[in-house]
Every structure is written in structure tokens, then in C-alpha cells.
């Protein structure tokens, strides 16, 4: 059976975290070898919480907040075979790693596992829905959502873990585009899955929209092929103004202008994917503008 | 007795549709519930339950008035009720309008915290009609703007890419 490390980012989020954590814990494994749960320098004690109450995940408090690049930090000192990937108020129904780790041994063309990532309200609502380590029924995506998904950590140490100059949102889709370029598979089983609490706290108004369509801009330039790369930069330009003209906000202006002003770091890691994978790819450009108001 | 057929327009994420559902089907008591999805989202939209039909849209493309599916407009259906991810709806213009093509009497929208408000067509198609000028100045001023930006990533960045292209195994 494959080995798994569990990595949990945290900021902020100390009761969501700790009823994680409990779930996580109270169905350990055997071959859950470590969870480590990464401090994003949380005001809320977070970190306390971790060390006094869960003296045996492993702890990695930051002195500040570093955003997805903390993710990296977990990946650097994780152990497993792969590792599975929380945020700290997301947690996988039970029975869920061992059927991750199935999954694995199965289909081992796959790079990464994504969970299906539901809504904590459904878990609530209907605990037993949850299913347990069932045969997966699988289909192969191109993309994952990073509060619950599985990576073997051979393909992160080879294709790098989450862009650190996103800080947030769209790393998960860079990410995928990077192991999809480097030949390999994203599985996708209904039946795997995790949820979601998605909390309101630390939900700035100007924070989504301004990192969405920045980073937007970041992926399309770091991965698409010359000519995509020129019609979907217009096609995001446009969208910028339109939305910046209908909505009455410049977040989206100043987001557009962050994207081209340090752009280095983009252009820099620069590895155009093949056009027919770059056909395949589901970048919605729209998604950028539906976050605000 | 036919039941009243509730059609839902999902663009937003399965999380939020778990968290939106249960109002609407508090909201239309009785009806039967079809979803519009994508065709890739169809494996988790069939779990969710409640739903009598999962529909695919024909692509993975947004949604738009002119991509959908053959038979929604002979399916008569009373409502559509679209789900958006913010408070007031904006930036589902494209959904709102596939909404307005699908044919149904109402159509209601689904905000992020669950509030469900009924939307006339006649405003809808009057904020489409305001936006119009809008638009057209977007996309004179991508237009203006298109060569300059163009230029600038091509001077400042182009002579560095490595556009061999990456031997993808795919």
C-alpha cells in the first residue's frame, strides 16, 4: 500500500482546523505516515492549538503570511509516497485516503487524484452519504481543486509545486498544466471525496477578483502556445474593461496592471505546452469577473 | 397533474450548487428539477440528489444563448433558475441571457448566500440594452490597446521565450 503524507495550509482558521484535524486523525491509517500542517503566521492561535492538541502532526509555523507558497514548504519535508492536499476547512469523508491510495496502486498513469470537493452543508446534511473506499468509477481531467486532491510527490519534486508569485488562486490550474505537459494524468473519481467549509472568514472583497484576473493573466502567458496566447490575452483585455465599465470598479484595472507590471517571473518560467494539449485546456476567462459584488 | 419543471443553469461551482439546491427546491415545492451543466461536471451533477434530469450543454464553452441544447426549448419549462456566485449577478450576463433563450415563463436568480429573487425579463433585456454601449466601448478601447500591449510584451519579454513547445506526452 502506497504512503501518504497529509498537507494542510492554515491561516486563520483554528476551529475549522481543528475539526479537520480530529476527523483526519481519528481514522489514521497505518500508511499515513505524517500530517503537517503549514502556519501561514495565523493571528487566532492557531499554531498553539496544532502543538497543544495534535502533538503528533507536524508543525511548520511561518513568520508570515506567504500565501499558496506555504503549501511548498509541506511538500519539501513530506515523506509519502504522495501526498494529499488540504486546506485547513476542507477534510476528505472517511474512508477516502485508503480508496486514494487504491486509486494509486490501480492506475498508475496518474500523476495526481482529485477529489470531488463538495460542500460541507451536503456532509451535514446526510453524513452517510459519504462513501467509503468504493472501486472508483474514473474519468481523466485537466485540472483539480486544491481542497482535496492527491499528488504523487515523485511528479512534485519533478515538475515543482504551486507557483509562490500567485499567492492565491489559479496555482491549482498552473499546477495541472505542468503535470499535464509533463505526460502526465489527472484522475478524477465521483466517488472520492472531500469537504469543503468554505468560510466566509478571510474573504476580502477585493482580494478574489484582483488575484483571479491577475494570476489569469500569469497562466495564459506562462503556458499557451503564441497564437492562444495573443487571442486570449485580448479576449481577457476586453473582458477586463467591460466588467471594470459594467461593475464601476478598478480592481480589476489594478489587477491587470499588477499582472503586466511583474510579469518577469511569468515569462521567465515560460514552457509553452503542444496546441493540442493547449486545446484541450479549460481556462474560463469569465470566472475572473463573476467574484465581485 | 404535470408537475412544474424547474430548470437550473449551473455555472457555478458543485460546491455552491450543494449549498444553493436545497433553497430552490424550498423555493418551487412539488416541481421537478433539471440541471444544465457542463459535459465535464456530469459525473458529480448526477449524484446530486433531487435532480430528475442532468443535461449536458453541447461544449465546454461558456454558456451563451445561441449554444443550447436542442431540446430545452420543447421541454416547456416554467422556470429557470440561475445560480450565481456573488450577490447582485454580475458578470453572468451570458447565463442570464442563455436563461432568456431557454424559452421558460420566469426566471429567478440564486445568490451566494441562498437569497433566491425573481428577475424580469423586460430589466434583463434592458441591462443587456445599457450594457450594449459599454461593450462597444470595451471593444474599441481592446482594439487601441491590443497593439501597443502586444508590443510591449514582444519588446520586452518575446526575444527570451522558448517557443519550441514542450514535447508533451499526451
Given at each position: ?124 446534511e446526510n453524513p452517510q452519504s459519504a462513501p467509503a473506499a468504493a472501486p472508483p468509477e474514473v474519468s481523466y481531467q485537466m485540472g483539480f481543486n486544491g481542497a482535496g486532491v492527491a499528488v504523487r510527490r515523485s511528479v512534485l519534486a519533478e515538475v515543482g509545486g504551486y507557483a509562490e508569485e500567485f499567492f492565491l488562486y ?124 | ?170
Amino acid at each position: 500500500m502506497s504512503t501518504v503524507s497529509v498537507v494542510i495550509l492554515s491561516f486563520n482558521r483554528r476551529e475549522d482546523l481543528q475539526d479537520g484535524l480530529t476527523r483526519i486523525l481519528a481514522e489514521r491509517p497505518p500508511f499515513v505516515v505524517e500530517v503537517i500542517v503549514v502556519d501561514n503566521a495565523s493571528h487566532d492561535g492557531s499554531p498553539d492549538m496544532v502543538a497543544a492538541e495534535f502533538p503528533a502532526v507536524r508543525l511548520i509555523a511561518l513568520k508570515e503570511n506567504i500565501g499558496v507558497a506555504g503549501y511548498n514548504r509541506g511538500f519539501a519535508v513530506a515523506r509519502g509516497e504522495f501526498v494529499l492536499i488540504l486546506d485547513d476547512d476542507s477534510f476528505p469523508a472517511p474512508g477516502v485516503i485508503a480508496g486514494l491510495a487504491e486509486a494509486f496502486a490501480v492506475h498508475p498513469e496518474a500523476a495526481v487524484v482529485a477529489l470531488d470537493v463538495r460542500s460541507f452543508q451536503s456532509y451535514r446534511e446526510n453524513p452517510q452519504s459519504a462513501p467509503a473506499a468504493a472501486p472508483p468509477e474514473v474519468s481523466y481531467q485537466m485540472g483539480f481543486n486544491g481542497a482535496g486532491v492527491a499528488v504523487r510527490r515523485s511528479v512534485l519534486a519533478e515538475v515543482g509545486g504551486y507557483a509562490e508569485e500567485f499567492f492565491l488562486y489559479w496555482n491549482e490550474q498552473d499546477l495541472a498544466i505542468r503535470i499535464l505537459a509533463a505526460g502526465y494524468r489527472i484522475l478524477h473519481s465521483p466517488t472520492l471525496v472531500s469537504f469543503h467549509k468554505n468560510s466566509p472568514v478571510n474573504r476580502q472583497a477585493r482580494r478574489g477578483p484582483f488575484y483571479y484576473t491577475r494570476n489569469l493573466y500569469w497562466v495564459l502567458w506562462k503556458h499557451l502556445p503564441l497564437p492562444r496566447l495573443i487571442a486570449r490575452t485580448t479576449g481577457l483585455l476586453y473582458l477586463t474593461l467591460v466588467h471594470s465599465l459594467e461593475q464601476r470598479t478598478t480592481v480589476y484595472l489594478e489587477a491587470t496592471w499588477d499582472a503586466f507590471v511583474h510579469s518577469a517571473p511569468a515569462w521567465r518560467q515560460r514552457k509553452p505546452v503542444s496546441r493540442e494539449l493547449s486545446a484541450q485546456l479549460r481556462i474560463p476567462l469569465q470566472l475572473a469577473f463573476t467574484l465581485f459584488r | 397533474m404535470t408537475r412544474r419543471k424547474v430548470l437550473i443553469l449551473r455555472s457555478v461551482s458543485l460546491q455552491q450548487l450543494d449549498q444553493n439546491l436545497p433553497a430552490i427546491q424550498a423555493a418551487f415545492p412539488g416541481a421537478e428539477f433539471h440541471l444544465l451543466t457542463h459535459p465535464h461536471a456530469m459525473a458529480e451533477c448526477r449524484k446530486v440528489p433531487g435532480l430528475a434530469q442532468v443535461i449536458p450543454l453541447p461544449s465546454a464553452a461558456p454558456y451563451s444563448p445561441f449554444r443550447l441544447p436542442g431540446g430545452i426549448r420543447r421541454q416547456g419549462y416554467a422556470t429557470v433558475v440561475v445560480p450565481v456566485s456573488n450577490i447582485s449577478g454580475v458578470g453572468f450576463a451570458n447565463v442570464f441571457l442563455t436563461a432568456l433563450a431557454s424559452g421558460a415563463q420566469d426566471i429567478y436568480r440564486c445568490n451566494l448566500v441562498s437569497e433566491i429573487a425573481r428577475i424580469e425579463k423586460t430589466a434583463l433585456l434592458g441591462r443587456f440594452l445599457v450594457s450594449f454601449p459599454l461593450r462597444l466601448l470595451a471593444l474599441t478601447l481592446t482594439a487601441v490597446l491590443t497593439l501597443p500591449v502586444l508590443l510591449w510584451m514582444f519588446l520586452s519579454r518575446l526575444r527570451s521565450w522558448p517557443e519550441s513547445g514542450r514535447k508533451d506526452k499526451l
